[in-house]
């Protein structure tokens, strides 16, 4: 279609639209009001129980898909939200400068091991984020400081160092992953 039949169509429903009688009008129903939640957290919130929070305010993203991964997994659902909250503060788009990608800040190369095609994908991203760190506790005998501290330093690094390595950082993360964890950091 032209541009020209375009704009003489469109004129033409104007006309229609104008003089319509006000009888044969249906009555339309107002728009719904637009929310800044994103859609995976909408969607979740439509199809999850109400007692999960994935619509109160204040409540975890992704909650659902985090008690749900964790459950299948078998880790704490707490842990696993606090490993989510220091490594991408909820945001299913961050990356870091080293390349993790995702919610659960995925390696490329780890997420591939572990079956996921899209680490911004959120379900994806949690569901590799369990199961990996399903992996470090299971390698490090349940502990879950050593399993942080390999999630987010490498294995390699706690088996060389028999422990949570040296590195500022990586002691960070864990202190913060165990204090959201347990409530105790905002």
Do not use: C, W
Not at 146 to 152: G, H, P, S
């Amino acid at each position: 279609m032209s541009v020209d039949a375009t704009v003489a169509r469109v004129s033409e429903l104007a006309v229609l639209l104008t003089f319509a009688p006000a009888a044969a009008a249906a009555p339309v129903a107002a728009p719904a009001p637009a929310t800044a939640a994103p859609f995976g957290t909408q969607l979740a919130g439509a199809m999850a129980p109400a007692e999960a929070g994935a619509t109160t305010p204040g409540a975890t993203p992704f909650a659902a898909e985090i008690s749900a991964a964790a459950t299948r997994h078998g880790v704490d659902p707490k842990l696993l939200t606090g490993l989510i909250r220091a490594e991408s503060n909820f945001d299913p788009n961050a990356g870091s400068h080293a390349g993790a990608q995702g919610l659960a800040q995925l390696m490329p190369g780890t997420a591939a091991g572990l079956g996921v095609t899209n680490p911004l994908d959120p379900v994806q991203s949690i569901e590799g984020g369990a199961r990996y760190l399903r992996q470090q506790l299971d390698r490090f005998g349940g502990d879950p400081a050593k399993a942080l501290a390999a999630y987010n330093a490498g294995p390699g690094a706690v088996e060389k160092f028999g422990g949570v390595p040296p590195y500022e950082e990586t002691q960070s993360y864990v202190r913060r992953v165990l204090g959201y964890a347990q409530g105790t950091t905002a």
